[in-house]
């Protein structure tokens, strides 16, 4: 992607209040940071400082600029950005999952939705203003991002050459971000 349309993207996640650093990136299906053994292909930042690099100040971003050129997005979930998000990954069969869970307690409510390049959900809710941490496989196939954590954002692409977007009418754009249900904060946080 070409800087000036980078920056365009960044602007956009900078108007929704999210924080962003610069993630390396997917060519030839191996990570931009050309180690040949790496274990987290397109998903860690460029900076050295990594996630206490993000940043919603425009002219920071503006200033990092160089960083950003084949970069993948990574949006610091949590207090910083208000965001909090449930990864779902139906490698590990969370999809399956998720759906035991909506059908025991309630369906999830209509809320900014990314689709990973992984082809799992990213499901984006308000962060509770009672604070709540990440919790990585809360359950098998969910991880939960929150407050330290980060997930990476639509238009990045994944090790699979599949680009991360938003679900079609699930933008942040589109709609609004949900409370995250009781339920859902309940087994996350039990």
Same mark, same amino acid.
């Given at each position: 992607?070409?800087?000036?349309?980078?920056?365009?993207?960044?602007?956009?996640?900078?108007?929704?209040?999210?924080?962003?650093?610069?993630?390396?990136? !997917?060519?030839?299906?191996?990570?931009?940071?050309?180690?040949?053994?790496?274990?987290?292909?397109?998903?860690?930042?460029?900076?050295?400082?990594?996630?206490?690099?993000?940043?919603?100040?425009?002219?920071?971003?503006?200033?990092?600029?160089?960083?950003?050129?084949?970069?993948?997005?990574?949006?610091?979930?949590?207090?910083?950005?208000?965001?909090?998000?449930?990864? !779902?990954?139906?490698?590990?069969?969370?999809?399956?999952?998720?759906?035991?869970?909506?059908?025991?307690?309630?369906?999830?409510?209509?809320?900014?939705?990314? &689709?990973?390049?992984?082809?799992? &959900?990213?499901?984006?809710?308000?962060?509770?203003?009672?604070?709540?941490?990440?919790?990585?496989?809360?359950?098998?196939?969910?991880?939960?991002?929150?407050?330290?954590?980060?997930?990476?954002?639509?238009?990045?692409?994944?090790?699979?050459?599949?680009?991360?977007?938003?679900?079609?009418?699930?933008?942040?754009?589109?709609?609004?971000?949900?409370?995250?249900?009781?339920? &859902?904060?309940? &087994?996350?946080?039990?």
């Amino acid at each position: 992607m070409e800087n000036i349309k980078v920056l365009e993207q960044l602007y956009r996640y900078i108007a929704h209040g999210y924080s962003l650093f610069p993630v390396h990136s !997917v060519k030839d299906s191996k990570c931009t940071c050309a180690n040949k053994d790496c274990k987290s292909i397109g998903k860690h930042s460029k900076t050295y400082n990594g996630l206490m690099n993000a940043t919603n100040n425009i002219k920071t971003i503006k200033e990092m600029s160089n960083l950003w050129i084949d970069s993948n997005i990574g949006i610091a979930t949590g207090r910083v950005s208000g965001i909090v998000v449930l990864d !779902v990954d139906p490698r590990d069969d969370g999809d399956e999952l998720l759906r035991v869970l909506t059908a025991q307690y309630q369906d999830l409510p209509r809320t900014v939705t990314a &689709l990973s390049g992984g082809g799992g &959900l990213h499901y984006y809710f308000k962060y509770p203003e009672s604070g709540i941490m990440s919790r990585n496989a809360f359950r098998s196939g969910l991880d939960f991002k929150s407050d330290d954590d980060w997930i990476i954002a639509p238009q990045s692409i994944h090790k699979s050459g599949q680009t991360y977007k938003w679900q079609e009418g699930f933008s942040p754009s589109d709609i609004p971000l949900a409370l995250l249900p009781e339920w &859902l904060h309940n &087994l996350i946080t039990s």
